[in-house]
């Protein structure tokens, strides 16, 4: 006859040996991209001449990186709250939908502050930070 219980232990080995191969790949993706964005930076600071440009390309490299941080923690962790609400809960709001608000409120502030300082309507309290990257 047919052992069913080998088939089953087979399947979930399989199961298990697939998961590990999926979270391999993960960590070394991961790793090869952290790794890539280090030299990546190395070159930009070491390469760059100019003080001005380097003040730049280190404010961009610095926006780079803030907006990894927020994209990832408003598109990929907060969507885990809502797995958390019960499914017997009355409303069970759209973890997507949601987000995506988060992030076009975010987005909404930036847009709101550039068109200020555009138009002139920015009142300074005092607070220069224009030294910020100055590396004379």
Do not use: R
Not at 24 to 32: E, N, R
Not at 74 to 88: L, N, Q, R, T
Not at 100 to 110: Q, W
């Amino acid at each position: 006859g047919l052992n069913l219980t080998n088939a089953s232990d087979t399947d979930a080995d399989s199961e298990i040996l697939d998961q590990n191969i999926v979270w391999g790949m993960a960590i070394l993706t991961s790793v090869l991209l952290l790794i890539l964005s280090f030299l990546l930076s190395v070159i930009v600071v070491f390469c760059i001449k100019s003080k001005k440009l380097l003040k730049y390309a280190i404010a961009g490299l610095i926006a780079l990186a803030v907006g990894a941080l927020l994209g990832d923690a408003i598109i990929h962790i907060i969507p885990e709250i809502f797995h958390e609400i019960p499914e017997e809960a009355e409303i069970k709001p759209d973890s997507v939908i949601t987000s995506l608000l988060m992030l076009t409120g975010v987005f909404s502030c930036y847009i709101l502050e550039k068109a200020f300082i555009a138009c002139g309507i920015v009142h300074n309290h005092g607070d220069e930070h224009d030294d910020i990257g100055n590396f004379n």
